[in-house]
């Protein structure tokens, strides 16, 4: 399965490498490398690298690359998704993921990729589960492994969970307060053209919960519309049958955070688009040129659009902007020449509007094509797709949970051409 993985930095530094069989020398990440000076952008790397003897299966996530080395075909879906899930890991004990973190708690990671992975093939790969094998790191644990150099929080006793017909689940678990809670996350993906039509839209979901029930509860969810949910992948304690002849969600949880689904909505079922803006940008010969742009909402239902940001990348040419913003706060990054605005919320009685001036190279031609801004927001209490839970019922256990539903719409890559 996997034989090896890299964790490579932006700089180009193989700084952290685990083997479960043979070593393989690093010198393998040239390729890598090869297919990375190709790329436009980190994203852009191929996540699939042929070379004469291995496949480098790689993912690109908190500025770092995690390149996994395999030596004989497998499903590249399910390597990309179980590094995604190694990310999760580190995130869920680290609270981030990043060069840095990694580096403190070298041993921890350590311990934690041997248990994810037995001889190249997943083993165990629930948060929970994997706390009850290997502590997350606290002040003291820290300071014991340092000193002594050995790990102190390494559990020498089998899960439970792993003993269990439910292996996401650990046995006993006890709450002096039962809560189970569910935030529905949507994503816009869109293309809008300059002249505010939508060229494309997606809307990409997530159901991520946080359970903290006693015992071994057994759960019900139900959607007043579920027929919108029609490309999905899920956990693995929903049962799959259940939801095909009924469209009910049915699963014995995790303990602690996951994510119970997520779907993904096409384009042909209309996706709405919550804001708009409108544009003018003109460069005149040999100066310079005008700048101004409107924000403002649209299809959302009475909710606020909040933590509204547009990021402007304008031509090289360009040496600098003169703006005043009616809301918020915009700078402009000389060297990349990007221009962010940060305009918060958008208040429907006086819309969030900046214009000014736009200066260029002395004798620089006019730029052929106006910029593509990317806009980013949120907005609490709605969900986009029109999705909603019916209800949510437990059963397997006598008291009473309390139930809390979350809807959240977001921007995903959202850009509107001008």
Not at 273 to 295: A, C, K, M, Q
Not at 349 to 374: C, D, F, M, W, Y
């Amino acid at each position: 399965m996997i034989h090896s993985l890299f964790v490579i930095n932006n700089t180009g530094d193989v700084f952290m490498e685990k083997h479960w069989k043979s070593v393989i020398n690093k010198s393998i990440c040239d390729y890598f490398f090869e297919a990375q000076g190709k790329a436009s952008c980190p994203e852009d790397v191929c996540p699939v690298i042929n070379t004469p003897h291995h496949y480098l299966i790689n993912i690109y996530r908190n500025s770092l690359y995690f390149v996994a080395v395999v030596t004989t075909e497998v499903p590249p879906l399910f390597v990309l998704e179980f590094l995604h899930r190694i990310c999760d890991t580190f995130e869920d004990y680290f609270n981030e993921c990043n060069e840095s973190v990694l580096k403190e708690h070298y041993v921890i990671v350590y311990e934690i990729l041997d248990e994810m992975l037995d001889n190249g093939f997943p083993l165990a790969v629930e948060s929970n589960v994997l706390k009850e094998l290997i502590k997350p790191p606290n002040f003291l644990r820290t300071i014991t492994d340092t000193v002594t150099g050995k790990s102190t929080g390494v559990s020498g006793i089998l899960p439970t969970g792993q003993l269990s017909n439910i292996p996401w689940r650990r046995t006993g678990v006890k709450y002096a307060n039962n809560e189970a809670y569910f935030d529905i996350i949507e994503e816009i993906d869109a293309i809008i053209d300059k002249s505010g039509t939508t060229v494309t839209a997606e809307t990409q979901g997530y159901i991520d919960c946080l359970i903290k029930l006693s015992g071994m509860p057994d759960l019900t969810l139900t959607f007043v519309n579920a027929r919108l949910l029609d490309d999905v992948s899920f956990h693995p304690c929903v049962r799959f049958k259940r939801w095909e002849n009924e469209k009910i969600l049915s699963f014995v949880p995790p303990d602690g955070h996951f994510r119970l689904m997520s779907y993904h909505i096409g384009a042909q079922n209309m996706v709405a688009i919550p804001v708009y803006l409108r544009h003018t940008i003109n460069y005149r010969e040999g100066s310079g040129g005008r700048f101004d742009v409107t924000v403002g909402p649209k299809q959302t239902m009475g909710k606020t659009v909040e933590n509204v940001v547009l990021e402007v990348p304008f031509p090289k040419t360009v040496l600098n902007v003169t703006l005043t913003a009616s809301q918020g706060k915009y700078s402009f990054d000389p060297v990349s020449k990007i221009m962010t605005w940060d305009v918060g919320k958008i208040d429907t009685a006086k819309l969030p509007n900046i214009r000014g001036n736009i200066t260029i190279q002395t004798g620089s031609p006019i730029p052929e094509s106006n910029p593509v801004i990317n806009v980013q927001f949120t907005i609490s209490q709605m969900a986009v797709s029109g999705i909603k839970v019916n209800r949510l019922d437990m059963y397997g256990e006598k008291y009473k949970p309390f139930k809390g539903v979350k809807y959240i719409t977001r921007a995903g890559k959202f850009q509107v051409r001008t």
